[in-house]
C-alpha cells in the first residue's frame, strides 16, 4: 500500500523560497502521475501543480506560474515542489497525491493523499 508523507514546509518571509519534498512508499510511483495540491485558512482545498510519469508534462495553476516548479526522481520515489517569490498568500498546508493514471490527472483523478505540510509566508 503506497503512503506519501510531505516535508519542507516552514516559516519564511515573503519573497523567500521553499523546496518541499513528498516520499512515496510502494513500487507504483515511478508508473503515476503525481499531484501538489493546497488548503489556505478558509478556504477550499486547490490545485498548484501536476507532473506526469516521466517527467514530460507538468501543468501549474495560473496563481503560481513562474514562481514554482514541479520536478520528480523516481529512482528515489519523490516529487518536489520548488516554490520561489513567495507570497503571504501562499501560506497553505500542502498536500502531495498520487494520481490514478500516469498522464497529467483531471483535478479529480487522484486517488492517495499524504498528511500535509504547512508553509507560512509573512509580510
Known amino acids: 500500500q503506497v503512503q506519501l508523507i510531505e516535508s519542507g514546509g516552514g516559516l519564511v518571509q515573503a519573497g523567500g523560497s521553499l523546496r518541499l519534498s513528498c516520499v512515496a512508499s510502494?513500487?507504483?510511483?515511478?508508473?503515476?502521475?503525481m499531484g501538489w495540491f493546497r488548503q489556505g485558512p478558509g478556504k477550499a482545498r486547490e490545485f498548484v501543480a501536476s507532473?506526469?510519469?516521466?517527467?514530460?508534462?507538468?501543468s501549474y495553476a495560473d496563481s503560481v506560474k513562474g514562481r514554482f516548479t514541479i520536478s520528480r526522481e523516481n529512482a528515489k520515489n519523490t516529487v518536489y515542489l520548488q516554490m520561489n517569490r513567495l507570497k503571504p498568500e501562499d501560506t497553505a498546508v500542502y498536500y502531495c497525491?498520487?494520481?490514478?493514471?500516469?498522464?497529467?490527472?483531471?483535478?479529480?483523478?487522484?486517488?492517495?493523499w499524504g498528511q500535509g505540510t504547512q508553509v507560512t509566508v509573512s509580510s
Open positions: 507532473i506526469d510519469w516521466s517527467s514530460s508534462r507538468t
Open positions: 497525491a498520487l494520481g490514478r493514471f500516469s498522464y497529467l490527472p483531471r483535478i479529480d483523478d487522484y486517488e492517495l
Open positions: 510502494g513500487r507504483t510511483f515511478s508508473t503515476r502521475a
